[in-house]
Nanobody
Framework: HVQLVESGGGSVQAGGSLRLSCEAS????????MGWFRRAPGKELEWVSS????????YYADSVKGRFTISRDNAKNTIYLQMNSLKSEDTALYYC??????????????WGQGTQVTVS
């Protein structure tokens, strides 16, 4: 069983940056692909990015490609989402998840509680 705790959210002006972190505990975190999703007010859950278990493969939604970077440090049991050039439409509750490599939320077995990002 894997527990996930996100941090790093906050309020930032458009054009600014934030780095989200997701710390995992429990076995077998290292074997899972990890993903970031977000839910904006009044909208459906949206896939943002995913990273393979060893960090060698990364994938991004078109809406964040070139602005966001996903990474993981398996020694620290932590994944990151570096978000640059933030836009108002990036405002959402961001979740990290552990599961199988996919853009579909149903492929992810474990979820964090989310961290709020607000861009004004």
């Amino acid at each position: 069983h894997v527990q996930l705790v996100e941090s790093g959210g906050g309020s930032v002006q458009a054009g600014g940056s934030l780095r989200l972190s997701c710390e995992a505990s429990g076995y077998p975190y290292i074997s899972y692909c990890m993903g970031w999703f977000r839910r904006a007010p009044g909208k459906e859950l949206e896939w943002v990015s995913s990273i393979s278990s060893d960090g060698s493969n990364t994938y991004y939604a078109d809406s964040v490609k070139g602005r966001f970077t996903i990474s993981r440090d398996n020694a620290k049991n932590t994944i990151y989402l570096q978000m640059n050039s933030l836009k108002s439409e990036d405002t959402a509750l961001y979740y990290c998840a552990a599961g199988s490599m996919s853009w579909a939320d149903t492929a992810y077995k474990y979820w964090g509680q989310g961290t709020q990002v607000t861009v004004s």
